[in-house]
């Protein structure tokens, strides 16, 4: 079974001109004509995150580098909404 670290190394691998930076890496985009660093991505605990500053869907970008989505997730990600709390509340009187 692949893990999403090996996802990531896989990847990367097939990206040109990577560089690493604070909060992952830039490459050319594989999914149009990219002349400088166009797509940033970063791996977090459950998932690897792209985004292409052109504009390219994320569906492009995996199917050019001959990737599945599911590579880029764990199965223990699901999309649900967050719990909201309640941090401050106001109470107005009217005189």
């Given at each position: 079974m692949e893990t999403?670290?090996?996802n990531w190394d896989l990847f990367?691998?097939?990206?040109?001109?990577?560089?690493?930076?604070?909060?992952?890496?830039?490459?050319?985009?594989?999914?149009?004509?990219?002349?400088?660093?166009?797509?940033?991505?970063?791996?977090?605990?459950?998932?690897?995150?792209?985004t292409c500053h052109a504009g390219c869907s994320f569906d492009g970008i995996?199917?050019?580098?001959g990737m599945n989505q599911s590579q880029f997730s764990t199965n223990n990600y699901r999309s649900k909404p967050t719990k909201k709390r309640v941090v401050a509340s106001v109470v107005f009187q009217i005189y």
């Open positions: 999403l670290y090996g990367c691998s097939k990206l040109e001109q990577v560089k690493l930076t604070c909060n992952g890496i830039e490459a050319l985009c594989p999914a149009h004509d990219d002349k400088k660093a166009g797509l940033s991505a970063k791996l977090e605990t459950d998932k690897i995150i792209l995996v199917n050019a580098l």
